[in-house]
């Protein structure tokens, strides 16, 4: 499984930006997908995730402003980031769970700015 990440860049506090993480590859072994980040300094925290049934889960730092959702037409998950703030400020990477054999797969990182 092959993931391309794309979407991040420089927004203003209050602002929004949707990522984009585009799955290729042993696609129909992908169970769940997500997006973790990670920030100078600090350990890689999981942000949003979403099985194939579309159950999700977010971290308590960015419920109500987060939404990941997944097009399965396109093997893309997306993460729709609205009101952020700049502690939100860190490189984002997606990853893919696949069940058999069960690996985990990530994404390079997209950088995402959010200035005060």
């Known amino acids: 499984v092959q993931l391309q990440a794309s979407g991040g860049g420089l927004v203003q506090a209050g602002g929004s930006l949707r990522l984009s993480c585009a799955a290729s590859?042993?696609?129909?072994?992908?169970?769940?997908m997500g997006w973790s980040r990670q920030a100078p300094g600090k350990q890689r925290e999981l942000v949003a995730g979403?099985?194939?049934?579309?159950?999700?889960n977010y971290a308590d730092s960015v419920k109500g402003r987060f939404t990941i959702s997944r097009d399965n037409a396109k093997n893309t998950v997306y993460l729709q980031m609205n009101s952020l703030k700049p502690e939100d400020t860190a490189v984002y990477y997606c990853?893919?769970?696949?069940?058999?054999?069960?690996?985990?797969?990530w994404g390079q990182g997209t950088l995402v700015t959010v200035s005060s």
């Open positions: 590859g042993n696609i129909f072994s992908i169970n769940h």
């Open positions: 990853n893919a769970l696949t069940t058999m054999p069960m690996t985990n797969y």
């Open positions: 979403i099985t194939s049934g579309g159950s999700t």
